[in-house]
């Protein structure tokens, strides 16, 4: 098999790193235009000390040297047999990049996009044989999560569906399949979460660190803000426009709103700079907080429950576990709902619907939130 990258920036790098760790008799092309050289030069670096500290064979070496090569002409993916690009993202580079690849690549060859936040159909809306086309979207860091989004479109080959499906399996990762508006979902679930945690911290008039160690049970690697300070709000900010699942548009509407006026009182777009930014602008209020973690519980599980009964398909117990990766929980979403019993995760939901007027935290019924978490 012969797999061509596009970008060879953070999310790229990681990429080709499990992909050429994963899959020992495959080929490696990456377009790299800026720094081809230096980046072949540092992949050979870690091979030389891998064979030194006797983690790969001399056989082995040698194979993986030849297995790889740096090039900024995009005429070097014919051949390929998968392109995934994880270029900036921008939608008009994007979608010029796979319309160059598609009159270079065999009509085969599946195209595959990385974007996190960028419409799938209209990244692909020029390119011929759609079938062959949809999104790959890792998690970073890609090492550490335990999931890939395949999200796909209405033309995409179920064959190459599966195909894409057992890659993902063979670098040791669940592979989840997305379709409309629940393109990225993963993406979006993380969204509705940084967006209720704002909604907190304007209504409870805590500050964030106070709202930190409130939730502090909810997450023991990373927490909400943390989360949000990790991904930056240069990505965070912007309109969320490409998260079309109605239900939610209010809710992400308030944080993005929230999170641009952060931008304009001085907040670098950068990530790792979210949580300095706020500690110099803020002092512990004093406001009582106690009942974020069973807020923030609440609207996590009325969510799942709303995707999963619009999805009636779904592999219930895989995608739980996936929503639990994606947004570091340190339970099962069924331990929640046991934990804080449903009267009063239905009573804050309600609280919160009547409050703010959001769609987001309309529930269903018991009996439907009793079959995926009783």
């Known amino acids: 098999m012969k797999i061509g990258i596009v970008g060879y920036g953070k999310m790229g790098r990681d990429i080709f790193s499990i992909f050429f760790d994963k899959l020992p008799d495959t080929e490696f092309v990456i ?55 994880a270029i900036f993202e921008d939608i008009r580079a994007k979608k010029s990049l796979f319309c160059q690849l598609a009159g270079i690549v065999s009509k085969d060859c599946m195209l595959l996009t990385n974007t996190s936040s960028l419409d799938i159909a209209e990244i692909f809306a020029d390119v011929p044989n759609k079938e062959r086309c949809f999104g790959m ?5 890609v090492k550490l999560t335990g999931f890939v989004e395949l999200n796909v479109l209405p033309e995409t080959s179920p064959e190459l569906i599966s195909r894409a499906a057992e890659i993902v399996r063979t670098i040791g990762k669940k592979p989840l ?21 704002i909604y907190l911290r304007e209504t409870t008039g805590a500050s964030v660190e106070e709202l930190r160690s409130a939730l502090s049970e909810l997450y023991p690697v990373a927490d909400v803000f943390e989360i949000l300070d990790s991904v930056g709000l240069g990505l965070m900010a912007g309109k969320p426009d ?6 939610n548009r209010q809710l992400l509407e308030y944080g993005c709103t929230q999170m641009n006026r952060w931008l304009d009182d001085g907040c670098p777009k950068e990530t790792l700079s979210f949580l300095d930014f706020i500690a110099e602008r803020e002092t512990p209020t004093g406001a009582p907080c106690g009942n974020a973690p069973l807020s923030m519980i609440s609207l996590i599980l009325c969510e799942t429950v709303n995707a ?67």
């Open 137 to 141: 979207h890792f998690f970073y860091p």
């Open 31 to 85: 377009l790299d235009t800026y720094g081809k050289e230096e980046n072949a030069a540092a992949v050979a670096k870690t091979l030389a000390k891998s064979l030194k500290r006797k983690k790969i064979t001399e056989e082995q070496y040698e194979q993986k040297m030849k297995a790889y090569r740096f090039t900024d002409e995009a005429a070097d993916m014919s051949g390929c047999d998968l392109v995934i690009e």
């Open 242 to 247: 490409c998260f079309r699942i109605e239900r």
């Open 308 to 374: 999963l009964s619009d999805e009636p398909g779904c592999d219930a117990e895989l995608f739980m576990e996936a929503v639990q990766d994606t947004l570091g929980l340190a339970e099962a979403l069924p331990y929640y709902y046991g934990k804080f019993g449903a009267e009063n995760i239905f009573a804050e939901l309600e609280r919160l619907g009547k409050a703010s007027g959001f769609a987001s935290y309309k529930h269903a019924d018991k009996a439907v939130w009793d079959r995926y978490f009783g």
């Open 177 to 197: 399949v997305f379709s409309g508006e629940y393109h990225i979902y993963l993406n979006q679930i993380l969204s509705c979460m940084v967006s209720h945690a």
